[in-house]
């Protein structure tokens, strides 16, 4: 078998010994450091040029990418690219620059050092801050890849209660990461709310709030200019209709949660404050 070829099919990078049994042969092997675009990056590790490093640092310390670091090859959601390397390492023991994870239960990802989609969930819920789990989680329950009973079932016991409260967090459906988070920091300040609304001669909302603000989350398609006075009329519509109307954007709901909170509850308050004084 051609070695680069074997190599394509299992994501650019393999161990030796997988190659060998795969019928690649031995003498392709021994020259494969000296092959046009072929690189050994360790000892008994083989990778095409360009590769993903990180497959061949899973192969270097035995373990399978998870949590984090496994997210781009599931094609989930991510707040930021991951900056440390999740491993699951059966020994548990601690490996320089590597963030260990214990346990495996699902068969990983055909010929890639990559754990199954459900243990790289159970991990980021364990593991990462609540935002950065949500997201990986929403997007692979929108897509269908996996339910939320499922995640609860591998999540038992007192020790992960923390991990199960994220699971209370993901949307019925949601279109991008901005959703599911802002409706987790509404949630967590105490907000009411109602989400995916729809208005007479508006359309659908993201969420009306206290039944008189609207919040609207505006992802790159909302930055085109038809999509601008599309939101602009919608906007006029919704005010001439008695609601309010607040507008976020990706670094709002992302970088400065605490920032939209706080102004969703200052509006809040300004509305009750009226509603005193004209009684």
């Known amino acids: ?29 021994r020259t494969a450091g000296q092959r046009d675009g072929v690189v050994v990056p360790y000892r008994g590790v083989v990778a095409l040029a360009g590769a993903p490093p990180e497959f061949a640092e899973a192969y270097r310390h035995g373990g399978l990418l998870t949590c984090i670091s496994a997210a781009p090859h599931h094609g989930l ?100 990461l901005l959703e599911p988070l802002a409706a987790m920091h509404f949630r967590q300040a105490g907000i009411g709310f109602v989400q995916h609304v729809e208005l007479s001669g508006v359309g659908e909302v993201d969420f009306v709030v206290e039944g008189f603000l609207i919040v ?17 009329r919608r906007d006029n519509t919704s005010v001439a209709g008695g609601f309010t109307v607040l507008r976020y954007f990706y670094e709002d709901v992302v970088h400065h949660p605490e920032t939209m909170v706080a102004e969703v509850r200052a509006t809040i308050r300004a509305h009750r404050a009226g509603l005193r004084l004209n009684k």
């Open 216 to 232: 609207e989350l505006d992802g790159k398609t909302h930055f085109e200019p038809r999509a601008i006075k599309r939101d602009r």
């Open 77 to 176: 959601w991510q707040l930021h690219p991951a900056s440390e390397l999740h491993l699951v390492c059966g020994n548990g023991l601690p490996r320089d620059g590597v963030v260990p994870h214990r346990r495996a239960s699902l068969p990983p990802l055909p010929g890639r050092p990559v754990a199954a989609l459900g243990d790289v969930l159970v991990h980021v819920l364990r593991c990462r801050p609540a935002a950065e789990a949500l997201v990986m989680v929403q997007c692979a329950v929108v897509r269908g890849d996996i339910t939320v009973d499922f995640l609860r079932g591998k999540l038992p016991g007192n020790r992960n209660g923390r991990a199960r409260g994220v699971l209370d967090f993901v949307c019925r459906r949601a279109d991008s």
């Open 1 to 29: 078998m051609d070695l680069k070829a074997a190599l394509r099919a299992r994501g650019g990078t393999a161990m030796r010994r997988d190659l060998l049994k795969a019928g690649v042969g031995a003498w392709q092997l």
